[in-house]
């Protein structure tokens, strides 16, 4: 099973980026999907997931800001960030809770500058 992300970068605070992350092989029964972020030296924390009836649930640093969905027929997740701060700038990880497990993405980075 592989998820790749994509979409990270620079912007400057206000401005919007877009993350997405696709699973691919053996994976089935995919059950809630989400984004997690963890800065140097801090733990890593949920932003946003998504179950796979469309369930949602936000940090609530990012709640009218953040939007994620997701595509069942792609089995990709997206993160839409809106009013970025410099604050959200840290690495961002893709979660896939599935039947068969539990996976990661590799990390994408989102810089925010002042």
């Known amino acids: 099973v592989q998820l790749v992300e994509s979409g990270g970068g620079l912007v400057q605070a206000g401005g919007s980026l877009g993350l997405s992350c696709a699973a691919s092989g053996s994976i089935f029964s995919i059950r809630s999907m989400g984004w997690y972020r963890q800065a140097p030296g801090k733990q890593r924390e949920l932003v946003a997931g998504i179950t796979s009836a469309g369930t949602t649930v936000y940090t609530d640093s990012v709640k009218g800001r953040f939007t994620i969905s997701r595509d069942n027929a792609k089995n990709t997740v997206y993160l839409q960030m809106n009013s970025l701060k410099p604050e959200d700038t840290t690495a961002y990880y893709c979660?896939?809770?599935?039947?068969?497990?539990?996976?990661w993405g590799q990390g994408t980075q989102v810089a925010v500058s002042s």
């Open positions: 979660s896939v809770v599935s039947s068969t497990g539990d996976y």
